[in-house]
């Protein structure tokens, strides 16, 4: 059995729109990854592993000019807004095999003031694994972005299980208000309400504005070591008792999917839940990569907080409410804190687990979850324990 | 020809191959000659039986909205003239899906299961897309 790897270090930049970051992509993940490298109280010297998020740098570049001089080992998972999640698991698998000892995993953008992220695919489909299938078979009909893949499971989803408008806006609400809690999100400030919601405009029906992430500057790291050397570090440890990922089938092809349900997180989450020793009972919070409300709503049946086609009853309940039986994305999320590709999410994760959350902390919070979407449906999760 | 300012498929390989036909006026999809299996998109061999014999057959060109979405703000500058439009996943009577666009149906009138047809749409010179239209009854 092995002693197993923790989350010993976080850190982030502000996120903001206008007037945008004042930094380049680079500089912006490398004042996250030195904010993580000192509160997990070692130099950046003893980083000896760096995991970039795909397209957004190079493990070399990161070394060089954090004065990485020993790094051994450098990878990166390919699986777009599933990386952060699934990267922890192959940071915990790293440093538990020796193959370094101090991993960092850097992931942030101008995505409100550089390439907006709603251009990535137009200004380049080799960036995504069905790039040339997208460029031949979606673009010309004007199938461009992932608001308007993913729209057309929403609408199936809303055809098969009566799922509603109104569950969505329940979605957008929530995140809104847990925004409202944290002083460091795009949207503390600005409430919203389902009338709000249901009175924005259609962006890709049955997809409204509030339906979608938002697009901001802004980066988060964190950093992984062995159960071992984090007990000599000074901030509490975060277990990762398990992390897995997975793929629709196929991975490459929205439309030609069996079952266009089935998502990478399909198959990862009970091989998660089974490696780790527990069940989605007994997890006290969710951080969910929320791009859009109908993902959330659909990787909260896909990992089996509840069966498929009981999503909307469930999110409509108010169960994802800070004070619900799962709290989901309690700094906001992608939807209303900022679009940090996935690791706002385990940086929030880690947070709750420390207990540093004031007043949007789930109390005596134990054991968490944090999903990763990306692509078309690449999935992962990792479980993470205080 | 008029400035087609869209984006346009690469007519290379499997895809070229599949738009060489829609330029003939079929609808082919790859079916496997070891199973009997259609697919779409185009494949290198059968995933169902890994059979690499397969010839490109003719479709019925008939099928079934599956889903869609309408896009009412496009986001990609090419379509920003057009919207709304809808981007229409169409089921066809083979199994294989296809995403597209119907023609002469306004996005409010689309409906799940909707009866639909393949037109050819000669956009420019070197390519024709496969669309559709409500079905003749």
Redesign the interface.
């Known amino acids: 059995m092995s002693a197993g790897a923790c989350i010993v270090g976080i850190g982030e930049t502000a996120y903001c729109r206008k007037p945008g970051s004042g930094l380049s992509q680079l500089g912006l993940q490398l004042q996250a990854a030195l904010h993580a490298i000192a509160d997990a109280g070692i130099t950046p010297a003893e980083v000896d592993g760096i995991m970039p998020f795909p397209n957004l740098g190079r493990a070399e570049e990161f070394a060089a000019n954090l004065g990485c001089s020993n790094l051994r080992y450098a990878s990166t998972i390919h699986m777009g807004g599933a990386a952060p999640a699934a990267s922890l698991g192959a940071a915990a698998a790293a440093v538990e095999a020796g193959l370094a000892h101090y991993v960092l995993l850097p992931a942030g953008w101008n995505g409100y003031s550089g390439s907006r992220a709603?251009?990535t695919i137009?200004d380049d489909v080799a960036s995504i694994p069905g790039g040339?299938?997208a460029?031949?078979?979606?673009?010309?009909?004007?199938?461009?972005?992932p608001?308007?893949w993913y729209?057309?499971?929403a609408?199936?989803h809303m055809?098969e299980y009566g799922t509603t408008a109104e569950q969505l806006g329940a979605i957008a609400v929530a995140m809104r208000n847990h925004a409202q809690r944290n002083p460091r999100a795009v949207m503390h400030g600005r409430p919203l309400s389902l009338e709000d919601y249901l009175a924005s405009?259609?962006?890709?029906?049955?997809?409204r504005v509030f339906d979608c992430c938002l697009e901001t500057d802004g980066a988060a790291a964190v950093v992984v070591t062995t159960a071992e050397r984090a007990q000599d570090l000074p901030a509490d440890p975060v277990k990762i008792l398990a992390s897995a990922c997975g793929q629709p089938y196929?991975a490459d092809?929205?439309?030609?999917r069996k079952d266009?349900f089935q998502t990478g997180l399909t198959i990862a989450a009970p091989e998660a839940f089974g490696r780790a020793g527990v069940t989605p009972a007994d997890i006290d919070f969710a951080m969910i990569y929320d791009c859009f409300t109908f993902e959330l709503l659909q990787q909260l049946e896909e990992v089996g907080f509840c069966p498929r086609g009981e999503g909307g009853a469930f999110v409509e309940e108010g169960r994802i409410d800070l004070g619900g039986s799962l709290p989901v994305n309690t700094h906001g999320g992608l939807l209303s804190e900022a679009h940090v590709l996935g690791m706002g999410h385990i940086v929030e994760a880690v947070k709750q687990l420390r207990r540093q959350c004031g007043d949007r902390q789930v109390k005596d919070s134990e054991v968490g979850v944090v999903t990763g979407w990306g692509d078309f449906g690449d999935g992962s999760i990792a479980i993470l324990a205080r | 020809m008029s400035a087609y300012n869209?984006?346009?498929?690469?007519l290379s390989g499997l895809?070229g191959e599949f738009?060489e036909f829609c330029r003939a006026g079929e609808l082919r999809f790859q079916k496997c000659d070891g199973c009997g299996s259609w697919?779409?998109?185009p494949r290198e061999l059968c995933?169902e039986c890994g059979s690499w014999d397969w010839s490109w057959q003719a479709s019925s060109g008939r099928g079934k909205v599956?889903?869609?979405?309408?896009?009412?703000?496009?986001?990609?500058?090419d379509?920003a003239e057009?919207v709304p439009?809808a981007?229409v996943?169409v089921e066809m009577d083979e199994g294989?899906?296809?995403?597209?666009?119907v023609l002469g149906v306004e996005?409010s009138q689309l409906e799940?299961d909707l009866e639909v047809e393949v037109v050819f749409d000669s956009?420019t010179d070197e390519?024709t897309?496969p669309?559709f239209r409500r079905a003749s009854v």
Do not use: C
Request: hydrophobic letters at 45%; glycine letters at 2%.
């Open positions: 709603r251009q137009a040339a299938i460029r031949d078979f979606y673009m010309p009909h004007g199938f461009t972005a608001p308007q729209a057309v499971m609408r199936r055809h405009p259609m962006l890709a029906d049955p997809y196929p092809e929205i439309t030609n266009i | 869209k984006p346009l498929p690469e895809h738009y697919r779409h998109v995933a599956f889903s869609w979405t309408v896009v009412d703000r496009a986001l990609h500058p379509f057009s439009y981007a996943i294989v899906r296809l995403l597209s666009q996005p799940i956009v390519v897309l669309r």
